[in-house]
């Protein structure tokens, strides 16, 4: 009965979100009540499940907040200009020089979390370069968003953020485990700029023009009135203490918070409690979706694991796992997210799928964390591909591409990429 109930709101979750577009809290916040009547739980019972669920997540919760926020109030201030701009003087009228340097960009870019953001800062400095050159726009596009993906690992990057609520883990506890594939795919997207860069010279996709410079987007009057430059050595090392903080056992949300309370007054106290309110309000947008979205996710992990739904399911679904393959479900699963992350977004694939899989690992000693890693990779690999996502057809208007060509020239290479990571990673001893 449990595990038929779970099944059917799993498929009813998935085809809200794919196909009805529904927003994560609306199917969080009704389907697992719904379904934790039908078990028998009661409208009390149900109630305090809810509760117990959305109390879990919020250290992660609390996490998104600080973090999206202040790396934020960082890119007002200017604190990622001048090492972005110190890059780009670095640039040479080469392919690999193009998209090895592009890709240290985008990495600095990203660390704010924000896909659109990285996008915005890269692809106007280096398109222009790209086709004054004869590269093709498709190597460009898959190498930036590879970037994206690796960055992503950040606590605050969303995926592991996601995973982290699955599991019941801290975000920052899973990005350390998970630091050395992160590592590893950093040096892996520069070992794809070498190889592509040969391969477009190869085909004839280049020609020298030594007189090809770049030129950054340039800043609008209201964002050149945000900047501090000035304060650009007291920013830097704010934000240094505040990743340090990560690593010495503090809880992950507080050295955020302490930033922000420092960062605003110093950089926009002459303005008073208007300007520094104007700050976070700024970035309010990037922060409160998601925040709606993990204690929305908080109700459905609450019911499905004190109604005893997600072992039910994991049972179910062992049944019929040739127990051969068993051990390596999670590694399975984690490359599967590549082609899975074409139409399940984030929130799906983390709060619909992830569980189950946990679950079903755990009855062959893969412990939960290791699922959750396994899923986050894959699908940081392969979301830039996800056919249901706005911001990735934000990024194909931005590079003047249609889905077909992107997904032409990446699923291959995304897959392969997300294998190499995965395998790593088992190598290692992370997954």
């Not at 960009?105 to 106007?124: E, K, R, W």
């Not at 019929?320 to 699963?333: R, T, W």
Request: proline share 5%; hydrophobic share 55%; net charge positive.
């Amino acid at each position: 009965m449990l595990a038929i109930v779970g099944f059917i709101m799993i498929g009813i979750l998935i085809v809200a979100l794919v196909k009805f577009n529904c927003l994560p809290i609306t199917v969080f916040s009704t389907l697992p009540l719904i379904a934790a009547l039908i078990v028998g739980s009661g409208v009390s019972g149900s109630m305090t499940m809810l509760a117990k669920g959305i109390i879990q997540v919020l250290p992660t919760a609390a996490l998104f907040v600080g973090s999206i926020t202040y790396f934020g109030i960082m890119n007002d201030v200017g604190l990622f200009d001048r090492p972005i701009s110190m890059l780009s003087k670095r640039i040479k009228p080469n392919v690999f020089s193009v998209l090895a340097i592009a890709s240290s960009v985008a990495m600095i870019a990203h660390l704010d979390g924000s896909g659109v953001a990285t996008l915005l800062i890269t692809v106007p400095a280096f398109l222009p370069i790209v086709k004054g050159l004869k590269i093709r726009v498709m190597p460009f596009s898959f190498i930036v968003t590879m970037c994206i993906g690796v960055m992503n690992f950040l606590p605050w990057g969303g995926p592991i953020g996601r995973a982290a609520t699955v599991v019941g883990s801290d975000a920052v506890t899973l990005w350390k485990t998970v630091l050395p594939v992160q590592i590893f795919g950093i040096l892996l997207v520069y070992v794809a700029c070498f190889l592509i860069s040969r391969q477009e010279v190869r085909k004839g996709y280049f020609v020298y023009q030594p007189d090809v410079r770049v030129s950054l987007r340039e800043l609008s009057q209201e964002e050149l009135e945000l900047r501090r430059p000035k304060l650009f050595w007291f920013n830097l090392l704010l934000t240094v203490m505040i990743l340090v903080m990560l690593f010495i056992g503090i809880p992950a949300f507080i050295p955020f918070l302490m930033g922000i309370g420092l960062a605003l007054p110093v950089n926009y106290g002459k303005g008073g409690e208007k300007a520094q309110s104007a700050r976070i309000k700024a970035h309010a947008k990037n922060v409160l979706p998601m925040i709606i979205t993990i204690i929305g996710a908080g109700m459905l992990l609450g019911v499905i694991t004190d109604t005893g739904m997600v072992n039910a399911m994991a049972k179910a679904i062992v049944g019929v796992i040739p127990k051969a393959l068993g051990p390596f479900i999670h590694i399975i699963m984690g490359i599967l997210a590549v082609p899975l992350s074409l139409v399940f977004d984030p929130d799906t694939l983390n709060y619909g799928i992830l569980p189950v899989i946990s679950a079903m690992g755990q009855a062959y000693g893969i412990t939960p964390t290791q699922s959750a890693l396994a899923i986050a990779i894959g699908h940081n690999m392969g979301v830039g591909l996800c056919m249901t996502s706005a911001s990735v057809y934000f990024g194909l208007g931005m590079f003047g591409l249609e889905y077909k060509e992107a997904f032409k020239y990446s699923f291959v290479k995304s897959l392969l990429f997300c294998a190499a990571l995965i395998i790593f990673g088992a190598i290692i001893g992370v997954l």
